[in-house]
């Protein structure tokens, strides 16, 4: 199975600055023959169910603002929110879809400072 | 508007079943996968199943296999999940969520989630 981890755990901002969320998965889930890496990053909100933000490692859901942007490749991820806001405190999941078990990260909690 | 809704959780004794349904609307579901997720309260997301198009390719966590069952049935636009011998630890809000399609492997994010249903084992 491809293990996910996240840090950090939480994550504590102030307005406008900018959010970093790290992921990496025990193997690859980069897929030579499209040169895909099948890696998404979910935001869950309190009460609500998951919303996928970003999937491919970097492509950005329709209706997802633009602070919110996907990096890296293989095995190392990073979630960027480029000036955080109110409405994106929130629980943070990678996820790969490489291969079944679809496994998820831990989860890193972003706070307001 | 694209749309999921789960139904059929509750309060169940250990070693008891329940049938968790998922009604699909506003989009085509014999187009896409569809694939079950749970939460266990305070917890993390789970990845529990997955079912391609026609029903034909299943995959299930180590910790369902053999208990659990997903089916669909295109002509209702229903996913299911039948659930058998439930421990305490089984104990989460259940959703089902939508897997467009990919050419090349088969497999994709969960692009929409239903609300989710809570299943208490107790």
């Known amino acids: 199975d491809v293990v996910m981890t996240q840090s950090p755990d939480s994550l504590t901002v102030s307005l406008g600055e900018r959010a970093t969320i790290n992921c990496k998965s025990s193997?690859?889930?980069?897929?030579?023959?499209?040169?895909?890496?099948?890696l998404a990053w979910y935001q869950q909100k309190p009460g609500q169910p998951p919303k996928v933000l970003i999937k491919?490692?970097?492509t950005r859901e329709s209706g997802v603002p633009d602070r919110f942007s996907g990096s890296g490749s293989a095995t190392d991820f990073t979630l960027t929110i480029s000036s955080l806001q109110a409405e994106d405190v929130a629980v943070y999941y990678c996820?790969?879809?490489?291969?079944?078990?679809?496994?998820f990260g831990p989860g890193t909690k972003v706070d307001i400072k | 508007q694209v749309q999921l809704v789960e139904s059929g959780g509750g309060l169940v004794k250990p070693g008891g079943s329940l049938r968790l349904s998922c009604a699909a609307s506003g989009f085509t579901f014999n187009g896409y996968y569809m694939s079950w997720i749970r939460q266990a309260p305070g917890k993390g997301l789970e990845w529990l199943s997955y079912i391609d198009i026609s029903g034909s390719t299943i995959y299930y966590a180590n910790s369902v296999e053999g208990r659990f069952t997903i089916s669909r049935d295109n002509a209702k636009n229903s996913l299911y999940l039948q659930m058998n011998n439930l421990r305490g630890d089984d104990t989460a809000v259940y959703y089902c969520?939508?897997?467009?399609?990919?050419?090349?492997?088969?497999?994709?994010?969960?692009?929409?989630w239903g609300p989710g249903t809570l299943v208490t084992v107790s």
């Open positions: 996820q790969q879809y490489y291969s079944p078990p679809f496994t």
């Open positions: 193997q690859s889930v980069l897929y030579n023959s499209n040169n895909k890496n099948y």
């Open positions: 491919w490692a970097t």
């Open positions: 969520a939508r897997v467009p399609d990919d050419f090349w492997r088969g497999f994709n994010a969960f692009d929409v």
